[in-house]
């Protein structure tokens, strides 16, 4: 087992090598967006809508993350619908206009492949209305693969920063003799890592400029409901 954490270290070890500075980058934009009013928001399908629970609704996260967590982009009611959906255009632009994206408001983005039509169809909305878009996906699986979307273009290509998950094509890629597909995703430890890293990020941005961050507590502690309640109806004009 000491060879598997190994394994996940490793991809752990190359974010830290490579991605710190994308991380801060994406932290800053979303801190300058949040004192401006902003709204910041984050989305994936399949899998990668995880990446919104880690940013959202939690102990230790913040209170403004609009997430667009639609249950079509989930694996709650069947295992291959947001497979069907996430390769669907036009699907992005119903929620678009839903959650009422603005220019100058920060969209993140996470995508895995980056190849599907709903995470480009986003991002080149997100464009077009004057969004920041950053990207949270695997550079060297979108770099080997064809976009799906009509436009040809992969979520890396549209935007403003990109932050590499730093997995292997395929995602998994821990070889088992004897069983053919590689086992063990990266993208679920790499993923979590960079979402709080960019949470911890925006956090101390805040703080240093004097701007309370709205940091969520667990609701399994004394006072800890009640304090979450004040953040929510503070930042209900978001949601």
């Known amino acids: 087992m000491l060879d598997v954490i190994a394994y996940y270290q ?7 090598e490579t991605q710190v500075e994308n ?9 300058d967006a949040f004192e401006k009013g902003q709204k910041i928001f984050v989305t994936g399908s399949g899998h990668s809508h995880t990446f ?12 403004f993350f609009v997430p667009m967590l639609t249950s079509e982009l989930t694996l709650v009611e069947h295992p291959t619908k947001s497979t069907f959906v996430e390769r669907l255009p036009g699907y992005a632009a119903i929620l678009f206009e839903l959650y009422g994206c603005k220019k100058d408001d920060v969209i993140l983005i996470a995508s895995n492949s980056g190849r599907n039509a709903y995470p480009v169809e986003m991002a080149l909305l997100a464009k077009e209305a004057g969004l920041k878009v950053v990207a949270v996906t695997n550079v060297k699986h979108s770099l080997a693969t064809a976009s ?5 273009k992969r979520l890396l290509e549209l935007a403003d920063v990109v932050i590499d998950n730093c997995g292997d ?21 790499s993923n979590s890592v960079i979402a709080l890293l960019y949470t911890v990020e925006i956090a101390r941005l805040l703080q240093s400029r004097g701007v309370e961050a709205p940091v969520f507590v667990s609701a399994n502690v004394d006072g800890g409901f009640e304090k979450n309640e004040k953040y929510m109806r503070q930042y209900a004009r978001l949601y």
């Open 10 to 16: 490793s991809t752990i070890d190359r974010i830290n």
């Open 23 to 31: 991380i801060a980058l994406a932290a800053k934009l979303t801190a």
């Open 52 to 63: 919104s629970e880690e940013l959202y609704g939690r102990a230790g996260g913040l209170a």
């Open 148 to 152: 799906r979307h009509p436009s040809g």
């Open 169 to 189: 094509l395929g995602d998994a890629a821990y070889h088992l003799e004897g069983i053919e597909a590689p086992v063990g995703p990266t993208s679920s430890i």
